[in-house]
């Protein structure tokens, strides 16, 4: 007889920062104008089903959940890519025989406004520890930056209670990112903490306690819809080059192969090809993490990428956009992340 038991990851780190994101100290240096340029654009999120998650409670079943979207419409269910099922519900059970080793996607789709919503990854690993194999490396390869949750189901007589019984290394398995006990209670996936990392391969290590059997290590992602930035580019010396008129997609807040390094700066560089007054809006993700939903500072900078021209943040909306006026030459558009993680949209409109 088995004991099947899960663990999730209490890993979402969320730093509060006072640079343009913390509401008393933001300061608004802005230039006043008396004509207003249309700035508007669709977030991606717009007719989407969004905070999908999934919960699992067997290793042959999988429940779906998300927010329905703000129209009547059927919502089409897909497992890498293959239509599975549709309902004009919030939520669908799966049930299907995972296979170990194998990668599992799904996202629901909206037939009314086309849409479809984040992805969410499985992927399952099987293995056995014992005194002669006390210990078990699986190489997960993220495609998308993403949320990350590593559950476990075990035997009964294998120990996996120290605190480094399952750690997560870098590619090279040089540089230990995050460490953990086994499981303890609970047996759903999706339901508390996680990892925030960047994609890219990782190597995850179960270390045996004592005893020996059988385990299942589940590991789970949420993306979001929107597309990121190129990384690095959190400095002025490496920013990402951008046209007015043009939306640019960023994520922030996602660690990367070093401990407790989320990305907590954006930094692009745009041209003001000439002196008139121009409009700057910002769309951050409203998908809500496990009660962690994003806020982010906004500064538009001057050429010495110091000096700023207007600072403002997010907190309390989804969409802002500010009214500046720009004289010709170089400006930086810095993106500060104040909480939890995610993606964005913006653009700097000249209303030509």
Same mark, same amino acid.
């Given at each position: 007889?088995?004991?099947?038991?899960?663990?999730?990851?209490?890993?979402?780190?969320?730093?509060?920062?006072?640079?343009?994101?913390?509401?008393?100290?933001?300061?608004?240096?802005?230039?006043? #104008?008396?004509?207003?340029?249309?700035?508007?654009?669709?977030?991606?999120?717009?007719? =989407?089903?969004?905070?999908?998650?999934?919960?699992?409670?067997?290793?042959?079943?999988?429940?779906? +959940?998300?927010?329905? =979207?703000?129209?009547?419409?059927?919502?089409?269910?897909?497992?890498?890519?293959?239509?599975?099922?549709?309902?004009?519900?919030?939520?669908?059970?799966?049930?299907?025989?995972?296979?170990?080793?194998?990668?599992?996607?799904?996202?629901?789709?909206?037939?009314?406004?086309?849409?479809?919503?984040?992805?969410? &990854?499985?992927? &399952?690993?099987?293995?056995?520890?014992? %005194?002669?194999?006390?210990?078990?490396?699986? &190489?997960?390869?993220?495609?998308?930056?993403?949320?990350?949750?590593?559950?476990?189901?075990?035997?009964?007589?294998?120990?996996?209670? /120290?605190?480094? $019984?399952?750690?997560?290394?870098?590619?090279?398995?040089?540089?230990?990112?995050?460490?953990?006990?086994?499981?303890?209670?609970?047996?759903?996936?999706?339901?508390?903490?996680?990892?925030?990392?960047?994609?890219?391969?990782?190597?995850?290590?179960?270390?045996?306690? $004592?005893?020996?059997?059988?385990?299942?290590?589940?590991?789970?992602?949420?993306?979001?819809?929107?597309?990121?930035?190129?990384?690095?580019?959190?400095?002025?010396?490496?920013?990402?080059?951008?046209?007015?008129?043009?939306?640019? /997609?960023?994520?922030?807040?996602?660690?990367?192969?070093?401990?407790?390094?989320?990305?907590?700066?954006?930094?692009?560089?745009?041209?003001?090809?000439?002196?008139? /007054?121009?409009?700057? #809006?910002?769309?951050?993700?409203?998908?809500?993490?496990?009660?962690? %939903?994003?806020?982010?500072?906004?500064?538009?900078?001057?050429?010495?990428?110091?000096?700023?021209? #207007?600072?403002?943040?997010?907190?309390? +909306?989804?969409?802002?956009?500010?009214?500046?006026?720009? #004289?010709?030459?170089?400006?930086?558009?810095?993106?500060?992340?104040?909480?939890?993680?995610?993606?964005?949209?913006?653009?700097?409109?000249?209303?030509?």
């Amino acid at each position: 007889m088995k004991l099947y038991k899960l663990l999730i990851c209490p890993l979402i780190l969320a730093v509060s920062l006072s640079i343009g994101c913390n509401k008393e100290n933001v300061t608004q240096s802005e230039v006043t #104008t008396n004509e207003t340029v249309d700035c508007s654009f669709a977030s991606p999120e717009t007719g =989407a089903p969004l905070n999908l998650i999934a919960r699992s409670s067997s290793l042959n079943h999988v429940e779906l +959940t998300w927010s329905l =979207a703000r129209v009547t419409s059927s919502y089409k269910i897909y497992r890498n890519d293959v239509l599975i099922g549709s309902t004009q519900d919030d939520s669908y059970f799966d049930y299907y025989d995972f296979s170990p080793e194998t990668k599992y996607t799904y996202y629901v789709f909206v037939e009314a406004t086309s849409k479809k919503s984040r992805l969410i &990854t499985l992927t &399952t690993h099987a293995g056995y520890l014992s %005194e002669t194999t006390p210990q078990d490396n699986y &190489t997960l390869t993220l495609d998308a930056d993403c949320w990350l949750s590593l559950g476990i189901t075990k035997d009964v007589n294998l120990d996996l209670s /120290n605190y480094s $019984a399952l750690e997560i290394y870098n590619s090279s398995g040089s540089t230990k990112i995050y460490s953990t006990s086994g499981p303890s209670i609970g047996n759903t996936i999706g339901g508390g903490g996680g990892l925030n990392i960047k994609a890219g391969t990782y190597i995850i290590r179960l270390n045996r306690t $004592a005893g020996k059997g059988n385990f299942n290590l589940k590991c789970y992602t949420i993306g979001t819809i929107y597309s990121g930035d190129t990384e690095p580019n959190d400095t002025k010396e490496n920013s990402i080059l951008v046209q007015t008129n043009t939306i640019v /997609n960023g994520h922030i807040g996602f660690n990367g192969e070093t401990p407790n390094s989320p990305d907590l700066v954006d930094f692009f560089r745009i041209d003001i090809p000439s002196s008139k /007054n121009y409009a700057f #809006t910002i769309n951050k993700s409203s998908e809500v993490n496990f009660n962690q %939903e994003m806020d982010l500072g906004v500064s538009i900078l001057k050429n010495d990428g110091l000096t700023p021209v #207007t600072e403002f943040n997010t907190i309390g +909306t989804n969409n802002i956009t500010k009214q500046i006026s720009l #004289t010709t030459g170089t400006y930086y558009i810095k993106v500060t992340r104040g909480f939890a993680w995610g993606g964005y949209q913006f653009k700097m409109c000249s209303g030509d």
